[in-house]
């Protein structure tokens, strides 16, 4: 582990820049503590599914744990990794529609849906590739705007088949790519916060 692992000030930064200085030398300290103990999976997780009450900390810490990479590496390096999670989860999820449009055994409303979700991930596929591009590149801003483009076409997938309430075949994907998402704007938020201005 090296130094810059352990370095708290990514998320000191983030979490108290309104507050007086010694509010954030105080909590400098209490995080410098906490980063000994944990991980920056672990504390990454658990600072974003408090900001974000949609966000699970535990699929959160078990998606991120499963790279080994991510491991070694700092918040920027997450952020990477979330996206890369949610551009495999979208690309794998374009192939078992098109596998299950084309068995047959669907009726055509589902059929429809399907292939309304289709378009959906196609672009949010594209959409976390350009993403990953800007942010490699610091727009934070734009890489933003993409990842929070990409969640839209989960909820949008989702929302298609609740209309008809009929079963959506890809709920699990849609809440997959949407908490992966998730994970990436946090991450994101914390980074532009740390901008020097
Ligand atoms: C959170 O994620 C875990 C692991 O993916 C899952 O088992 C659990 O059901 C999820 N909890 C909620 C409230 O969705
Ligand atoms: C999507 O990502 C989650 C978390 O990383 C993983 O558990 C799941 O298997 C992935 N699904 C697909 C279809 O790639
Ligand atoms: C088509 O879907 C049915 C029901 O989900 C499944 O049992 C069958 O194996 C599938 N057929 C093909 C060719 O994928």
Redesign the pocket.
């Known amino acids: 582990m090296t130094e810059k692992m352990q370095d708290p000030s990514l998320f000191s930064r983030a979490s108290c820049c309104c507050l007086f200085s010694l509010l954030t030398l105080l909590a400098t300290t209490h995080l410098a503590v906490s980063a000994k103990t944990m991980d920056i999976i672990s504390l990454t997780c658990e600072k974003c599914s408090r900001e974000s009450p949609v966000l699970?900390y535990?699929?959160c810490s078990?998606s991120l744990q499963a790279v080994p990479v991510s491991h070694f590496t700092n918040l920027q390096g997450l952020g990477i990794i979330s996206m890369e999670l949610a551009l495999v989860n979208a690309t794998t999820t374009i192939s078992s529609i098109e596998k299950m449009v084309s068995n047959g055994s669907l009726d055509p409303f589902q059929l429809d849906c399907l292939r309304d979700c289709l378009v959906l991930y196609l672009d949010a596929s594209k959409t976390l590739v350009d993403a990953i591009g800007a942010f490699m590149v610091g727009r934070y801003g734009v890489a933003n705007m993409q990842v929070s483009a990409a969640m839209e076409a989960a909820t949008t997938c989702e929302d298609g088949f609740e209309e008809r309430e009929e079963v959506c075949p890809l709920t699990m994907e849609n809440y997959d790519l949407f908490q992966l998402c998730d994970i990436a704007r946090c991450i994101i938020r914390f980074l532009s916060l740390n901008i020097p201005s």
């Open positions: 699970n535990t699929f078990v």
